[in-house]
């Protein structure tokens, strides 16, 4: 009887032993799941922080500078000509882009000018791109559907000679008959509601 009762107690002990262990591991765990979090944003935090000052200077650096005199574009039909034809007496909202960028990335970045913009406004749009693939031809014919209305016009890759183009990504600028750029901005994919709200503020400000 003696021999059961100790035995009974040595069980009991090694269940709570096991039972404290066992939450011991499973704080381990969390305390280590909080820390990788709290680790993980701390990067992305610093990541976006290190992209929104990237994308500022040069977008300091880039604003009123005068785009290249009678800069050559061509059409989707493939008609030449100069942009100046295109700029007419408004603004004109520049979305830079090149089969370098992400090709994700650009069609995300399209559908949301669609989204933002309304259709009513797109004429005052010009998408400029830059390839050298016939098969990529067709592919900017596609894209512009997704945002009809406005202009797509070819061009020589970083033939702008903005210092945007450094960045290596696609970007934004205000334009108009002066032909000087202005309001440049870049954005990211990580970075959506600062894009949707530049674009709401150059349809507030140019568009309205």
């Known amino acids: ?32 799941l909080r820390m990788n979090d709290t680790r993980d944003r701390f990067i992305e935090a610093n990541r976006e922080l290190y992209l929104l000052n990237r994308g500022w200077r040069f977008s300091m650096k880039s604003n009123d500078k005068p785009l290249p005199f009678h800069l050559q574009v061509q059409s989707t039909d493939g008609k030449t000509s100069i942009i100046d034809k295109f700029l007419g007496s408004t603004k004109k909202l520049v979305l830079v882009l090149s089969d370098r960028h992400c090709s994700t990335c650009v069609d995300q970045l399209l559908l949301m000018v669609k989204t933002e913009i309304p259709e009513f406004y797109r004429n005052n749009i010009l998408v400029l791109f830059s390839t050298e693939e016939q098969a990529s031809r067709v592919q900017w014919q596609h894209r512009k559907r997704i945002l009809q209305g406005a202009e797509f016009l070819e061009i020589d890759d970083r033939s702008l000679n903005l210092p945007m183009d450094s960045l290596g990504n696609p970007y934004f600028f205000i334009t108009g008959p002066d032909q000087i750029a202005g309001f440049a901005f870049t954005p990211y994919p990580s970075l959506e509601a600062q894009t949707k709200e530049y674009l709401g503020l150059i349809k507030e400000r140019y568009f309205n």
Do not use: S
């Open 1 to 32: 009887m003696k021999a059961r009762f100790w035995l009974l107690g040595l069980i009991f002990l090694l269940l709570i032993n096991a039972a404290w262990i066992w939450r011991l591991d499973q704080n381990n765990k969390e305390n280590n």
